[in-house]
């Protein structure tokens, strides 16, 4: 049994050796901004925790197979005891220990990452920006409502910046994920979604859909590219000097199922902004609508059904 115990943790050594040996650079576990990082120390927290779980039953798998194995004829315990209310309080007690301490950093991480992240220490608070995000099949476009410009598959960000992007979706349900930045989020028709993100450098940070979506889905990537302020602002001036103005039918046509490169516009027409307006108008009025205690009752005043007459004379129209 000894030995294969020792062939098993063997086994699964070499395998996560294997593994490692896949790629220079797992991106969720390269955090590159304090809502990865925040999301990497959750994750590194539930790997020892589990690891440590793991160990400690496998410790006691094997103590008690070589002190209670068939080949263990040592006396000194009952083989038919049963009932020890100690032992039963014990591991009752471990499970909810254990959803403690995985629940209470998780949920506090959650209600964190609700809000912009707060500034790198000894850095000064900078003001966010908003980007409003739209899937297609098979794109992702970005617009930036303060500067009324748009990209498709790639989005520029300053570094050390708050960003909001507002998610929406053209047609079927996708997932906005940058594994570097952060954590995904849905994008859904008609839901708008938010996440915050953030990048601590200048660097380019690959981005994907994290849902299937159809035959394009492989090719649905895009590039967050984080600048420096200086650069962010000539970036900007620049699409706007030499980019062509998106009109409403190359949008439409954009929106057709395909993947394309990386595109850009110096502007875009404004009812996009109104359309996106809407639906985050609506989707906060229904966060805050209260639903009536007595919507379904069926002996409400306007569902009353007391005049009507359900005889069988009646049913039959009079004949």
Not at 83 to 92: A, F, P, R, Y
Not at 121 to 138: M, Q
Not at 280 to 302: A, F, Q, R, V
Request: charged content about 20%.
């Amino acid at each position: 049994m000894k030995k294969f115990a020792m062939k098993l943790i063997g086994s699964c050594s070499l395998l996560l050796l294997f593994l490692t040996g896949c790629t220079n650079r797992i991106a969720v576990l390269n955090p590159q901004g304090p809502v990865a990082r925040q999301q990497y120390h959750l994750i590194i927290w539930s790997v020892i925790l589990t690891a440590f779980i793991f160990a400690v039953v496998l410790i006691i798998f094997i103590y008690v197979l070589v002190k209670f194995g068939r080949k263990n004829n040592h006396a000194g315990y009952d083989p038919n005891n049963h009932g020890n209310t100690k032992l039963e309080i014990t591991w009752t007690l471990i499970p909810v220990v254990i959803c403690i301490l995985l629940a209470v950093p998780t949920i506090k991480t959650l209600f964190a990452l609700e809000g912009p992240p707060k500034p790198t220490e000894g850095l000064s608070k900078k003001e966010p920006i908003t980007i409003n995000v739209t899937s297609a099949d098979w794109k992702w476009i970005f617009r930036y409502p303060k500067d009324g410009i748009q990209t498709v598959n790639y989005v520029v960000i300053p570094e050390d910046t708050p960003v909001k992007f507002n998610l929406f979706a053209d047609s079927a349900m996708n997932s906005f994920w940058v594994p570097e930045l952060g954590g995904q989020q849905y994008t859904m028709p008609d839901m708008p979604m938010k996440l915050w993100l953030q990048a601590d450098h200048v660097g380019d940070y690959l981005g994907r859909s994290a849902n299937f979506s159809g035959r394009g889905f492989a090719g649905m990537q895009f590039h967050v590219l984080s600048k420096t302020d200086a650069d962010y602002k000539a970036w900007i001036q620049t699409i706007k000097d030499t980019k062509p103005a998106l009109t409403m039918s190359t949008y439409e046509d954009l929106l057709k199922p395909s993947n394309v490169k990386t595109m850009a516009f110096s502007s875009y027409p404004k009812e996009l902004d109104d359309k996106d307006k809407k639906a985050m108008k609506k989707m906060k009025h229904m966060e805050h609508m209260d639903i009536p205690e007595n919507h379904l009752d069926l002996n409400s005043k306007d569902n009353d059904m007391g005049g009507m007459d359900m005889s069988n004379d009646s049913m039959k129209g009079g004949k």
